[in-house]
């Protein structure tokens, strides 16, 4: 891995909050741990269609520069308020296969499934700090009414029968009023 690159996602974080670190870290269910601290839980589908991905995403899926990709974004909201913004990347041909179930999850977290199948694997996470102008900040911040000046990013690849999903999480202001 190259660390100096500025779009690089980093094997560990420094530097944050032991709130935030809390979120960032935890290799569990994120909708069960917001769950289980919320009132009020539910999820906000805001895109959902082929189209071509961007470079870090397409490198680490090991898919060709032009290749179409299922893009599924969403809002996990606490109440009435946004605590995570999902970006999720799932090659054309794992909707025919493996993650053939994605397709039709509506307003149902990517989660809720994930967990559920012990066959699932997941890959070790991975961190970025994101600021205005890259596209997971410039994405997640539309449902904000202030703007932070950068927000924390976590990702990692879930495979099952030899076809993976880019899961992405941007963590917003509102997680931190959650309990720990």
């Known amino acids: ?28 269910s994120l909708t069960r741990r917001i769950q289980e601290r919320c009132t009020r839980f ?14 870090d995403e397409w490198i680490q899926m090991k898919l060709r520069r032009d290749e179409l990709a299922m893009v599924r974004e969403v809002y996990l909201y606490c109440c009435d308020k946004p605590v995570v913004f ?12 493996a993650w053939r179930a994605l397709s039709s999850l ?12 012990p066959k699932i694997k997941r890959t070790p996470l991975e961190f970025k700090k994101v600021s205005s102008g ?9 449902r904000l009414a202030v703007l932070p000046a950068d927000l924390w990013a976590r990702r990692s690849l879930f495979t099952l029968q030899g076809q993976s999903i880019l899961v992405t999480e941007v963590f917003l202001p509102g997680i931190s009023n959650l309990k720990l």
């Not at 509506?106 to 199948?117: A, E, H």
């Open 106 to 117: 509506g307003n149902r977290s990517l989660g809720s499934m994930l967990f559920k199948n």
């Open 42 to 55: 539910y999820v906000e589908p805001v895109f959902q269609q082929l189209t071509r991905v961007y470079e």
């Open 134 to 142: 890259h596209f997971l900040y410039d994405r997640a911040v539309t």
């Open 1 to 28: 891995m190259n660390t100096a690159h500025p779009q690089a996602w980093l094997p560990a974080i420094s530097a944050v909050s032991p709130q935030i670190r809390f979120w960032l870290q935890d290799r569990g």
């Open 86 to 97: 999902a970006h999720s990347v799932i090659p054309r041909q794992g909707l025919r296969g």
